[in-house]
Each structure stands twice: as structure tokens, then as C-alpha cells.
């Protein structure tokens, strides 16, 4: 009697079926692969990560005949951006609303956005999924790949891992994700290194930092009429860009320009984004005796954002880790303020290191230490020279190592080279095995 041979299941990739070109005799060519994006939020919800991902996805088909399909839940704003952001090989589709949190009240919620991502799969045939977050799409990534031998590409922010590393079950959910991928994309250096330091091998991660899109972070004259709208006429105009939460350290620029007030009292700051801690920023801005030094100019439309970065005179944001380990992962907006040619300041924490290059593009300094803001700020607001040279290193520096199409290149070969592994694999009859 032969002996009992078991069974390999086939690779779940439909390069024979909607991907034709992966064939035999044509794995070079690329014409029509089928890509499924999972992630909890999109734009134009604000957040880097969400900029990260439009910002490769949709220059992915640059590269060849590919199909892009974001999946992922509403938020304000969705209609009118996904109608101009769509395209024929770019699209959006959406159902839900976004988690609130990972607590386990929530955790019935991944339901639907499974059952869509089964539907969807069936009936489009992707050749990759790629899952932006670890909850619901990493999860959701497991189970198809489980099932399906569907290949899935992970991310991980450096936050993803800080955060789960203080949470009971987080880390045992975390670490299947990510052993289970294809391939994980670390947005930055420390990223990476958590990777690492969680038994990810080396030769599985892809660092893909973020871009700047230089067609639109472009220096051109200030607008007098958001000059008038902020009282900015005059003024020397210190800037933070970014949600009003506690780890980006608002609270930490306001006490800087209550010392700085002192000697400098034409300095603003201007703070633009909205979020849950305003109304406490608010207050502190009264405790310190500078409300009027203070614009809180609330959400402005993305598009406005290149004309808010041109008004200040530096940027800063003093981003620090949360005790819930919440932190920055990488920092786009110090790249967005150098490609404007303005000089940047950010908190010594997190993945900031890869976007500020210190001394050269800006300052990186301690979040515990007030002084050592209000240092950099003076140095900065009264020397003019200071700050040309500096925000000319950080325009450069963005020219020439931040482009957002060769990010999306080296994603395009990632996703391109697993669908050929998968190809190869596929090849070996299934009922082949180890004797």
C-alpha cells in the first residue's frame, strides 16, 4: 500500500484567472494584477498614515495596468473626496464607520467589514491584500490567508507596536499579523527596529518612509488674505499643523511662547487642526496670560494646508510618548514644512529622527524640558539668516530623498514579486509532497 500523502493546498492567487499576464511565460509583465487596501480609515480623515496611504496607492498604476481598491469605512467628507479622487484604476469603496477603539466592546464591529472583504474577494479576485491597520483589516488578513492562501501585505507605524505592547491580549493578536505577512512595511526606521525586536525577520520588512509631494508643498508668496483672517499681519508666526491631542504636545509650544512673549511680543502662535483636547488648550492659553497671541484656526481643507505652512516663520511640534505608549511614528509634517523652506522643531521621541536630520532641517528636542523649546524658538525667530539656512537644508534634503513615486515604486515591486512567488508555488501540483 503507498504511504499516506498529505495534501498542500493551493496558493490563493488568481494570476491564471483575472491576471493572465503572470503566465508561464510572461512573469515580467504586470498588466491587470488586482490589489484590495484594507484599512479602518481614509482620507480625507486627518492623520498621517491616511496621507501615507493615498499618497502610495494611488501611484501604484503608474507602474503598470494595476487595479487599486481602497476598502475602508466613512468619515466627514468622504463623498466629495472620493469623487475626485477616484479614478478608473483607482477606487474607493466604502461602507461603516470607523472603530472608535480596541477595546473588546468594539471587537463585534470587524464583523461587517469581514463579510465585505469575503464578498469583495470573491467577486474581484485580488492578486494581494494589503492591510493598513492591525484592527479589523490585520485580523480580517489572517483569517483570508488562512483560508484562501490569499498573500497579504502588513504596516506597522512604530505606534502599532508601542501601544499593543501595554495591552493583555494586543500583543499575542499583533505578532500572528505580522508573522502571517508576505511582507511588513515599516513607515521608518524605529518602526523597523520594534519589528525586530518582536521576532519579525529582517528579510521580511520593506521601510517605505513617507513622501512629500513637492507639486504641491511648494514655496509661492503668503496670502494676505489669511493674513487678515488670523491678524498674522507682522507677526513672527510659530506653527503647528495636527490633530489637537495630547501626544502632540500643543501644551508644551504654548508655555514656550509664554516665555518668549516676554522679550519677543510680536510672536502668534498659530494652530491649525481641531480635536478633543481644544477646549483645554484654550484654557491654558488664558492661565498663561496669551490668548491673544494664540489663533486656533480649527480644520482647514487640505488643500489650504501648503498656504498655512508658507505664513509661519518655523514650525513646531513637540510630539511625545503617551504613557499608553502613543506616539509619532515618523513625523510627515516636518517634511511638509521643510519642502515650504521653513525650519522645523519636534520632540526628541518616537520615529521623528528619519523626518528632522538635527542641526541640518531643524531641532529635535527633549519633551520634559520647556527651556530647551524656548531656546531653539528664540534662536530661531531672531536670527532670519539662521532660519533661510536651515529651512533651505530641509527643502533640499525633501527634493532629494522624499519623493513620494519612488516610495510607491518600491511598494509596486513588493506587491509584484509576492504575486510571482505565489505563481512559482502554484506551479507544484497539488498533490505533490515530501515523501
Known sequence: MPPNRSVRQRPFCYLDRENKQLNNSALSSDRGTKILMLTDSFMPHAGGSRKYYYNLYRR?????????TIATKKVPGWKEFDQRASTDSFRIVRRFRPLSTWRLSELPKGLGP?????WHVYRERPAVLHVGDLYPPGVIGVILQK??????????HGEDIAITDRARYWPRIRDVIYQGASAVVANAEFARQNLLRIGIPDSRIVKITPGVDLERFTERSAREDLKQKWNLAGKKIVLTVARLVSRKGHDLVLRAIARLKQDLPEVVYLIVGHGPDEQRLQALAVELG???????AGHVPEELLPDCYNLCDVFAMLNREEA???????????????????PVIGGRSGG???AIEDNVSGF?????????LTGALRMLLTDANLRRRIGEAGRERVQREFQWRDRARKLYDVTMEICRTQHRERRTPVWASPE
Open 60 to 68: 501604484l498604476p503608474d507602474f503598470g495596468d494595476m487595479q487599486v
Open 352 to 354: 521623528t529622527a528619519e
Open 114 to 118: 469581514f463579510l465585505q472583504t469575503v
Open 364 to 372: 529635535r528636542v527633549a519633551v520634559d524640558q520647556v527651556e530647551e
Open 147 to 156: 483560508m484562501m492562501g490569499l498573500p497579504y501585505v502588513a504596516y506597522c
Open 290 to 296: 496669551i490668548k491673544d497671541a494664540v489663533r486656533f
Open 324 to 342: 499608553n505608549g502613543d506616539l509619532e511614528g515618523f513625523g510627515m509634517v516636518f517634511l511638509e514644512a521643510n519642502a515650504m523652506g521653513k
